[in-house]
């Protein structure tokens, strides 16, 4: 299952705005911490973990700033197409690297696919070496006495 959703109207974005940062306040601290939603017409409440409310958090506030917001559970699969969009690269460059062996997939035809967690691991890496490379160019910046 994927949801997409278009951006909010514009009356709509200051109301996500409002609930985005009020359940920020709640989502932070313990992540044991109960959360409950009163829905008015039935009286009805429902218990949400702290995660949940953290995220629905999270994608109020993309639908505030007028963003569309499109969740994928980490078990799907993506296209090139996606995936380029995830790692903000070209679909030829995605290409390239499952073909190099970077990122593993599967072909539906002729149709490549690749799991989001493989995606997202890769990002992860590729962010972990990029905040290793620049710590170290900080570093050296700092002995040489050109950064303070």
């Known amino acids: 299952m994927v949801y997409n959703y278009r951006p909010l109207p514009d ?22 911490r109960r959360h409950t939603i009163y829905v008015s017409e ?22 505030a700033r007028g963003h569309g917001i499109t969740l994928f559970p980490r078990i799907a699969e993506v296209t090139t ?11 030829p460059y ?15 035809g002729r149709h490549r696919r690749i799991r989001l967690e493989d995606i997202l691991d890769y990002k992860d890496d590729i962010d972990q070496k990029r905040e290793a490379i620049l710590d170290q160019m900080v570093a050296e910046a700092q002995e040489l006495g050109l950064y303070d």
């Not at 409002?18 to 313990?30: I, K, T, W, Y």
């Not at 039935?42 to 639908?63: F, T």
């Not at 197409?81 to 679909?91: G, P």
């Not at 995605?94 to 539906?108: F, S």
Request: hydrophobic share 55%; net charge negative; proline share 3%.
């Open 42 to 63: 039935g009286e009805e409440s429902i218990a949400l973990p702290a995660r949940a409310v953290a995220l629905l958090s999270d994608v109020l506030m993309m639908m």
């Open 11 to 32: 009356k709509q974005q200051k109301i996500a705005e409002v609930a985005a940062e009020r359940l920020f306040q709640l989502a932070n601290g313990d992540d044991n």
């Open 94 to 108: 995605v290409i390239k690297l499952l073909d190099a062996g970077e990122i593993p997939y599967r072909l539906v």
């Open 81 to 91: 197409m996606e995936a380029a969009d995830i790692l903000n690269v070209s679909r």
